[in-house]
């Protein structure tokens, strides 16, 4: 299966972006996909993520409450709903997905991994 995340762009503070992440040769409907963010020098960091097998979802304590991750089975497709946008939330974002088990939170444990996006929120 192969990732491709889209949707990022420039907003300023306060506003809102949809992204994306489409699979191709392979399905969703297994394992957990996640979204991670990065910014120059620093880690790879948990945004949030959608666990079939759980039938649940889990986010960082950064966005909580602001950020939304959804599945639309029928197109194959990710979603990231980021509202209340905040500088902080600048990053190169990637999604990715884990079809074996692995610590949802940490990034070692994906095995599919989209080519990132770009978010910049200005101030």
């Known amino acids: 299966v192969q990732l491709q995340a889209s949707g990022g762009g420039l907003v300023q503070a306060g506003g809102s972006l949809r992204l994306s992440c489409a699979a191709s040769g392979g399905t969703f409907n297994i394992g957990v996909v996640a979204w991670f963010r990065q910014t120059p020098g620093k880690e790879r960091e948990f945004v949030a993520a959608d666990s079939r097998s759980a039938g649940s979802t889990s986010y960082s304590d950064a966005v909580t409450g602001r950020f939304t991750i959804s599945r639309d089975n029928a197109k194959n497709t990710v979603y990231l709903q980021m509202n209340s946008l905040k500088p902080e939330d600048t990053g190169v974002y990637y999604c990715?997905?884990?079809?074996?088990?692995?610590?949802?939170?940490?990034?070692?444990?994906?095995?599919?991994w989209g080519q990132g996006t770009q978010v910049t929120v200005s101030s």
């Open positions: 990715a997905l884990m079809t074996t088990s692995g610590v949802i939170k940490a990034p070692g444990g994906y095995n599919v």
